[in-house]
């Protein structure tokens, strides 16, 4: 991500800043430790970025202009849904864990 807005010239031009993209890379890659530890919070989090993703690119998909973008904002919003109830029951599972009654 950092490669990327580091890459393109005149990036406000196209609606982005360094910091900002420095700032999702970082919140992102703090997102993605926690989950690797098992964290209900970084899950949660992420969560809510992805049902936040999929709430824009369905208000895309109503300005969708072609057969292409209708395309893609679908199959956006199908993998994102996939995704975010593949991850309920993920955090269903670390919910339980930390319930657990120790011996």
Request: net charge negative; no cysteine.
């Given at each position: 991500m950092i490669a990327g807005a580091a890459t393109i010239k005149d990036l406000s031009r196209h609606g982005g800043s360094l910091p900002g993209a420095a700032l999702l890379a970082v919140v992102l890659a703090l997102?993605?430790?926690g989950m690797y530890r098992r964290r209900y919070w970084a899950v949660l989090?992420?969560?809510a970025l992805l049902a936040f993703q999929i709430l824009v690119t369905s208000l895309a998909l109503v300005v969708a202009s072609t057969i292409a973008a209708a395309g893609a904002c679908l199959l956006s919003i199908a993998l994102g849904g996939?995704?975010?109830?593949k991850l309920v029951r993920v955090m269903g599972?670390?919910?339980?864990?930390?319930?657990?009654?120790p011996g």
């Open positions: 997102l993605a430790q989090a992420f969560e996939w995704l975010f109830w599972r670390i919910q339980a864990g930390e319930r657990e009654l």
